[in-house]
């Protein structure tokens, strides 16, 4: 039997940053993340991560569009037809994947240009104005990037960014939130090749912890309370500068249902 382990594990942290107030286009989201800190007297530290939704960058990036201007192709109409949706949605959505996986039911499962395989390739009515459509970043890595280094410019305090998303999960109900851009964080905690308690060595396990991180900031941001960025603090995270999201996406080769 293994011995009993008495060591006490790190304390995390979660922030919600409240007062952040509408976004529009051209505004500066790490400017109105610094002064909701301020209004409700919280410090940025070093070695926080902060998780922002990525409904604010994209309406801060202008990726929003009106419904109103958008002119269905025929095939929109017809696949809109089949699954008894919009055709004005169903065209921003073809506009924004590179591959159609499956519609079904109002649905549309897409690949995005990022390589993310999601619900309607990540387009968002919810939390905008009646009749508009949220897009997901055109760059989101770059979106972290450009946030972190202005943080820290404006704070002197070297941070993660993750910037999130709802999914939906295959094989399990509900939602949560995962990473969709990523700055000054390795995302994965690589367990293989080392041993259990038990003297087993792990072999499969690879823990992605910035989509943990969105998912537990999501806890205390909340779809319907307005409060889009969280601070997580005290998650002794790897630092990695070159990183990418698109290595969150599986690729084909590995995916056993593509």
């Given at each position: 039997m293994p011995k009993d382990r008495f060591e006490r594990a790190p304390t995390i942290e979660i922030i919600p940053i409240?007062?952040?107030?509408e976004i529009l286009e051209g505004e500066s989201v790490p400017d109105a993340i610094l002064q909701a800190c301020k209004k409700i007297g919280v410090s940025i530290q070093n070695r926080d991560v902060l998780?922002?939704?990525h409904k604010i960058v994209s309406k801060a990036e202008g990726r929003v569009l009106n419904l109103d201007d958008v002119v269905p192709s025929k095939f929109a109409v017809k696949a809109g037809r089949h699954i008894q949706k919009d055709p004005r949605q169903v065209e921003v959505i073809f506009s924004e994947a590179r591959r159609l996986v499956k519609m079904?039911?109002?649905?549309?499962?897409a690949e995005t240009t990022h390589g993310f395989v999601c619900a309607n390739a990540g387009i968002d009515q919810s939390n905008v104005d009646k009749g508009k459509v949220v897009l997901l970043p055109?760059?989101?890595d770059r979106s972290a990037q450009k946030l972190r280094?202005?943080?820290?410019?404006?704070t002197g305090k070297e941070v993660a960014v993750i910037i999130s998303d709802t999914f939906g999960r295959p094989w399990r109900e509900g939602q949560v939130d995962v990473a969709i851009g990523l700055a000054g964080i390795e995302?994965?905690?690589d367990y293989r090749g080392r041993t259990d308690q038990y003297g087993y060595e792990l072999r499969a396990t690879v823990i992605c912890t910035a989509d943990e991180i969105a998912s537990a900031?999501?806890?205390?941001?909340?779809?319907?309370d307005r409060v889009p960025a969280a601070i997580v603090r005290g998650y002794k995270y790897v630092q990695n500068n070159n990183v990418s999201s698109r290595v969150l996406a599986r690729k084909p080769s590995r995916d056993l249902f593509r």
């Open positions: 409240t007062g952040v107030g998780v922002v939704t079904v039911r109002g649905l549309i499962i055109k760059q989101p280094a202005l943080i820290k410019r404006h995302p994965f905690s900031a999501e806890l205390c941001m909340n779809k319907l």
